[in-house]
């Protein structure tokens, strides 16, 4: 089975102009925790609910903090076709639960979470290790 077969397809992304506040009310009001950030058309960074409490309040940046100050550059992804069993071996390897998703073009089409590939297989080892791994400090 492909990434896409099982991606969400219909995600919400933050620019890095983005405040603190706007990104966690997008979070709250959509019911999840990671964003993609972007620059224009390209692909900037994510931010997750963690790195606003975590780098932002934790380290005093208020409500209008542009969330470029927060967020992570180095952003992991995966291909839409790529297996999804490629995409889990990612998300072990480099501790995560939520991985975005780009086509051919390098376009950010989707995001597949640890949720996404457990509700398609049945492979409780796969999925396990993967929650092992990311509990595991970095």
Do not use: W
Not at 6 to 20: H, K
Not at 63 to 74: F, Q
Request: net charge negative; proline share 3%.
């Amino acid at each position: 089975m492909r990434v896409k077969d099982i991606m969400t397809s219909d995600f919400q992304v933050a620019t890095s102009r983005s405040t603190l506040q706007e990104v966690a009310e997008i979070m709250r009001n959509g019911g999840f925790g990671y964003l993609p950030v972007r620059e224009g058309d390209k692909l900037k960074g994510a931010v997750t609910d963690r790195d606003i409490v975590v780098r932002g309040l934790a380290d005093g940046f208020g409500p209008e903090t542009p969330i470029l100050h927060v967020m992570s550059e180095s952003i992991v992804y995966c291909l839409e076709e790529d297996d999804i069993r490629e995409a889990a071996d990612l998300m072990q390897r480099e501790q995560i639960r939520r991985l975005a998703v780009l086509n051919d073009d390098k376009r950010l089409v989707g995001v597949v979470s640890l949720g996404d590939i457990a509700r398609v297989t049945d492979d409780r080892a796969l999925t396990g290790a993967i929650e092992v791994q990311v509990a595991q400090p970095l």
